[in-house]
């Protein structure tokens, strides 16, 4: 079974920056596109950023310029760096994995989230 556990959110005033890390680990074969997603308050959950393994990236458009996704495949490490933060950005940040697990001798792809970190940005 993957897990993910997420850390570095936290309280900042707008313009501030966070980093938050998250780490799989289990029985992972390997990770594909891992990525961070965020939940404000009274609306949907939505992408913020993804990156395949191969270093390619996707991001919202809120966030392009500001914000940079990196990885670490050897340590199965996802970040994501979040620079001139703005109130809007406030919302739980989930860890995302597209995982090709081995269990047995068996191969299974799964999805993982991790629990969720709190990133509030103050005005």
């Known amino acids: 079974q993957v897990q993910l556990v997420e850390s570095g959110g936290g309280l900042v005033q707008a313009g501030g920056s966070l980093r938050l890390s998250c780490a799989a680990s289990?029985?992972?074969?390997?990770?594909?596109?891992m990525g961070w997603y965020r939940q404000a308050p009274g609306k949907q959950r939505e992408l913020v950023a993804r990156?395949?393994?191969?270093?390619?990236?996707d991001y919202a458009d809120s966030v392009k310029g500001r914000f940079t996704i990196s990885r670490d495949n050897a340590k199965n490490t996802v970040s994501l760096q979040m620079n001139s933060l703005k109130p809007e950005d406030t919302a739980v940040y989930s860890c995302?994995?597209?995982?090709?697990?081995?269990?047995?001798?068996?191969?299974?792809?799964?999805?993982?989230w991790g629990q969720g970190t709190q990133v509030t940005v103050s005005s």
């Open positions: 990156i395949t393994s191969g270093g390619s990236t």
């Open positions: 289990g029985s992972i074969f390997s990770a594909n596109v």
């Open positions: 995302n994995a597209h995982i090709l697990e081995t269990v047995s001798g068996r191969y299974y792809y799964t999805e993982s």
